[in-house]
Nanobody, 120 residues
């Protein structure tokens, strides 16, 4: 599968941004899709995931009340609506896919990143 993320940009504190990820290839073995991010000088971290069949979302605690992950099965796309952005959200965001039966496992596929910069 190939994953193409888009929607990053430069915004101000408190602004909103929506990331999109288009997936090519079949979905038969897909368990979930989601997002990771890597902030400058920090380790890559899990942000959000959504199971492909059931649509169950998962979030890291730091974004739980501000970000919403969703998917469009017909379009083979996953989204990340980010509200109330903070400078700490500045990072390269990566779209990912899991084919194993748990998002606790490392993702099986990674897209290229899209940069989100939040100015104070």
């Amino acid at each position: 599968v190939q994953l193409q993320a888009s929607g990053g940009g430069l915004v101000q504190t408190g602004d909103s941004l929506k990331l999109s990820c288009a997936a090519t290839g079949g979905t038969f073995s897909r368990y979930a899709m989601g997002w990771f991010r890597r902030a400058p000088g920090k380790e890559r971290e899990f942000v959000a995931a959504i199971t492909w069949k059931g649509g169950t979302p998962y979030y890291v605690n730091s974004v739980k009340d501000r970000f919403t992950v969703s998917r469009d099965s017909a379009k083979n796309m996953v989204y990340l609506q980010m509200n109330g952005l903070e400078p700490g959200d500045t990072a390269v965001y990566y779209c990912v896919e899991w084919t194993g039966m748990s998002t606790a496992l490392p993702p099986n596929s990674w897209g290229q990143g899209t940069l989100v910069t939040v100015s104070s």
